[in-house]
T-cell receptor
Framework: AQKITQTQPGMFVQEKEAVTLDCTYD???????LFWYKQPSSGEMIFLIY??????QNATEGRYSLNFQKARKSANLVISASQLGDSAMYFC???????????FGAGTQVVVTP | DSGVTQTPKHLITATGQRVTLRCSPR?????VYWYQQSLDQGLQFLIQ???????AKGNILERFSAQQFPDLHSELNLSSLELGDSALYFC??????????????FGEGSRLTVL
């Protein structure tokens, strides 16, 4: 069975600091994709970053980077130089080619403080 | 703007009633996913359609049904509504039938309140 786990329900981070959000996954499918989404208080789901299981390098998108450790089955999101606008719920998600549906973790609430 | 359109944005109804939520995917996307997000359950996958056919099913109640039409828009029908059905219902679309690098593009959601 496919499973995705976010163990941090919430965290505070100071503005301009970096923060790492944990995500672990479990799948026996060799081909899968890992995603991070941001959900601000307004409710919309915003795609942040994608990592494919066969990608050799860690994905980066601006201030977002994904620390992909395949052997450990982890796909942590790193947000560098946090901004007040980064305060939101962050979801890790996984899908596999054979499975199709996207499975989301429980989410991590991030609050950025001045 | 993700390009995915959901209507209505807000809906208030009574227990026992039936509602229909509508989703228009991004132009060119053939896959439509429905998710339910409630405070205590997180984002729960309900069902996926690809090019008109049901492709994957999650924890969708029997009181709920969905379909994807030839023009690729999708509808989620919720009947015999209960208080616990109050949630934010998301539609998302993707160009691919399954996983890989095809990210999901989400609509803004339909917030259902059952009184």
């Amino acid at each position: 069975a496919q499973k995705i786990t976010q163990t941090q329900p919430g965290m505070f981070v100071q503005e301009k600091e970096a923060v790492t959000l944990d995500c672990t996954y479990d799948t026996s499918d060799p081909s899968y994709g890992l995603f991070w989404y941001k959900q601000p208080s307004s409710g919309e789901m915003i795609f942040l970053i994608y990592q494919g299981s066969y990608d050799q390098q860690n994905a980066t998108e601006g201030r977002y980077s994904l620390n992909f450790q395949k052997a450990r089955k982890s796909a942590n999101l790193v947000i560098s130089a946090s901004q007040l606008g980064d305060s939101a719920m962050y979801f890790c998600a996984m899908t596999t080619d054979s499975w199709g549906k996207f499975q989301f973790g429980a989410g991590t609430q991030v609050v950025v403080t001045p | 703007d993700s390009g995915v359109t959901q209507t209505p944005k807000h809906l208030i109804t009574a227990t026992g009633q039936r509602v229909t939520l509508r989703c228009s995917p991004r132009s060119g996307d053939l896959s439509v996913y429905w998710y339910q997000q409630s405070l205590d359950q997180g984002l729960q996958f309900l069902i996926q359609y690809y090019n008109g056919e049901e492709r994957a099913k999650g924890n969708i109640l029997e009181r709920f049904s969905a379909q994807q039409f030839p023009d690729l828009h999708s509808e989620l029908n919720l009947s015999s509504l209960e208080l616990g059905d109050s949630a934010l219902y998301f539609c998302a679309s993707s160009v691919r039938p399954s996983g890989g690098s095809g990210e999901l593009f989400f609509g803004e959601g339909s917030r259902l309140t059952v009184l």
